[in-house]
T-cell receptor, first 113, second 114 residues
Framework: GAGVSQSPSNKVTEKGKDVELRCDPI?????LYWYRQSLGQGLEFLIYFQGNSAPDKSGLPSDRFSAERTGGSVSTLTIQRTQQEDSAVYLC???????????FGPGTRLTVL | AQTVTQSQPEMSVQEAETVTLSCTYD???????LFWYKQPPSRQMILVIR??????QNATENRFSVNFQKAAKSFSLKISDSQLGDAAMYFCAAIYSSASKIIFGSGTRLSIRP
């Protein structure tokens, strides 16, 4: 596609449920990033992929969070046993190579009731 | 620690006037890139402007320009002839050669008064 896409755009779930958030990067972009943005706040780094490997997972807030990337393309961020504090907008971004300009998707707004 | 600081949570400017958003960063590295991103209410992050640290000349993009002061580790964004469509959150960001993640500031919410 022409840009980074994310699905779903909105997700409402109950506390304790698992959720999967999907990101489709720009074709050919080798680097993929996940960020979290709480209401009115800045961007919190979660994880970065180079190809299918994740050299930097330092931002994942707990072991309930995991992510994978397959075929050097689509990435899935999974949150297990969701908590209310997980409510936020989850942004995905890709870049041609690590360190170059990031192109962001529209984000997934997650609400945990 | 490598940090990016935006000290102005909110700014307001009259339409057609000029406004400057402040940003400072902290690093001991010599090779890095600096960015300003805009996030309108639609929440889509849009790149406004980019500056390479090795370039002394300040980057400009139409009505947007930066004042890059490397020694002071300052990277401010100037918006000239402000328009209603400029209303958004503006994030300053940096990427350093030793890391592959972009570090963002906390953002400045810019409002435009008609």
């Amino acid at each position: 596609g022409a840009g980074v896409s994310q699905s779903p755009s909105n997700k409402v779930t109950e506390k304790g449920k698992d959720v999967e958030l999907r990101c489709d990067p720009i074709s050919g972009h080798t680097a993929l990033y996940w960020y979290r943005q709480s209401l009115g706040q800045g961007l919190e780094f979660l994880i970065y992929f180079q190809g299918n490997s994740a050299p930097d997972k330092s931002g994942l807030p707990s072991d309930r969070f995991s992510a994978e990337r397959t075929g050097g393309s689509v990435s899935t961020l999974t949150i297990q046993r969701t908590q209310q504090e997980d409510s936020a907008v989850y942004l995905c971004a890709s870049s041609l190579v690590p360190g170059s300009v990031l192109f962001f998707g529209p984000g997934t707004r997650l609400t945990v009731l | 620690a490598q940090t990016v600081t935006q000290s102005q949570p909110e700014m307001s400017v009259q339409e057609a006037e000029t406004v400057t958003l402040s940003c400072t960063y902290d690093t001991s590295e010599s090779d890095y890139y600096l960015f300003w991103y805009k996030q309108p209410p639609s929440r889509q992050m849009i790149l406004v402007i980019r500056q390479e640290a090795y370039k002394q000349q300040n980057a400009t993009e139409n009505r947007f320009s930066v004042n890059f002061q490397k020694a002071a580790k300052s990277f401010s964004l100037k918006i000239s002839d402000s328009q209603l469509g400029d209303a958004a959150m503006y994030f300053c960001a940096a990427i350093y050669s030793s890391a592959s993640k972009i570090i963002f500031g906390s953002g400045t919410r810019l409002s435009i008064r008609p």
